[in-house]
């Protein structure tokens, strides 16, 4: 009796010295996340989709890229928006405005991989027929609401999409979103909203 009291103790200590451990380490599986401040794909993209013509949710489907969720997280957690610019509806993030903002995203979105910056105007201009994928990225105005963004990125997808003929074409989006902390506090939106947008275009002509 007395040795099985004995390493029943032991067995009780070994498991709680696991359960510990346990919560140790689930205490930290978060930390680090480089999408903490992101809506994913599933969430932001398809609630911009869910706005769109039937027609363009025909032709879209839903881009799975983790880059962009990275680079718009990096960007949110190590950039800061100047003061000056937020009452600014949207403005696109380049090496000529937002240097910071701009150095920090390709961090995960290369020029070297990614056509960046093609769509200037929010209007999907730049996106073309080959074989590459465009992304852009956007500061958007603490003022305006996720609705109000999700309804503009909506109408500019449906006037993108109502004018392509090459249905040879595959077209995959993303849309993923974040808040950046503006430069002070003299203005009374203290952040911004930063937003990713990829278009992934395969045309199949030339798998020909």
């Not at 990125?153 to 090459?166: E, F, P, Q, R, S």
């Not at 506090?185 to 395969?202: A, C, M, R």
Request: hydrophobic letters at 35%; aromatic letters at 8%.
């Amino acid at each position: 009796m007395k040795l099985k009291k004995i390493a029943s103790l032991a067995l009780a200590g070994i498991m709680a010295v696991s359960m510990l451990a346990g919560c140790k380490d689930g205490g930290n599986s978060n930390s680090g996340s480089s999408s903490e401040n992101t809506n994913t794909a599933s969430n932001f993209t398809q609630t911009v989709l869910a706005k769109t013509s039937e027609y363009a949710r025909s032709i879209l489907t839903v881009n799975d890229d983790e880059n962009l969720d990275k680079a718009v997280a990096y960007v949110c957690d190590n950039s800061i928006v100047n003061s000056y610019q937020v009452g600014m509806t949207v403005e696109i993030v380049n090496n000529g405005t937002y240097n910071e903002l701009y150095a920090n995203a390709v961090k995960y979105l290369p020029t070297s991989d990614y056509t960046w910056s093609t769509m200037n105007s929010w209007d999907f201009s730049g996106v073309t027929k080959a074989n590459e994928t465009f992304v852009g990225m956007y500061v958007v105005g603490g003022k305006m609401t996720d609705e109000w963004i999700a309804n503009e990125l909506a109408t500019k997808i449906d006037g993108w999409v109502k004018n392509m003929t090459d249905e040879e074409c595959k077209y995959s989006i993303k849309i993923v979103k974040g808040t950046c902390q503006n430069d002070d506090d003299v203005s009374e939106y203290k952040t911004s909203t930063i937003v990713g947008v990829l278009v992934d275009v395969d045309n199949t002509t030339d798998n020909h």
